[in-house]
């Protein structure tokens, strides 16, 4: 066995995970505990990025090299989720809170379809970032209320959307499935 290659998820057959995979997604209040504990886990990935672009790119100051610094916390966050999800279908996150990515038919996501659901689940933050910049909003305060209640509305949408699945699952194809036994 490769040391790249993660052990067997949980003790669910393959037939089980297609049932799940058929069936309504898991509890709103999960997916968002998972949610948060990501953006925990998310912030030192991205602490740790950052200082070493710093340390790299001989940063002196914030403004300095910023789209540098931007792009290269992308790619971290980009090469963080697609290796998971297509290694095994759980970031750490998920994994902690038995909940895996897989298709429809419950089998496991290939890159391509790894790509889109990272690419629309930026549909968590994109529009309140660009109608706050439409809006010439700087203050701290409407930035994150405008992003608070965009993600209470986003999260909310998943109960009008089939198998109660989010838009950017529903979009790139894949499902959010309970591992619990």
Partial sequence: MSIFKLPAQGTLSEQEVAVRAATQAPSLRRRLAAFTYEGVLLFGLVMAVGALYSVIA????????????????????????????????????????????????????????????????????????????????????????????WILLYAALSFLLPQRQFLHDV???????????
Avoid: C
């Fill in 58 to 149: 001989n940063q002196r100051h914030g403004l300095q090299g910023r789209e540098g610094m931007m792009a290269s916390q992308f790619l971290a966050l980009s090469l963080y989720f697609l290796w998971f999800w297509t290694h095994g279908g759980q970031t750490l996150a998920t994994k902690t809170w038995h909940l895996r990515i897989v298709s429809p038919d419950g089998q496991a996501i290939g890159l391509k379809q790894a790509l889109m659901r990272y690419m629309l689940s930026w549909l968590w933050l994109m529009p309140p970032w660009a109608g706050a910049w439409l809006a010439g909003w700087h203050q701290s305060k409407e930035l994150f209320g405008a992003m608070g209640v």
């Fill in 171 to 181: 979009l790139s194809g894949t499902r959010l499935v309970d591992t619990r036994p």
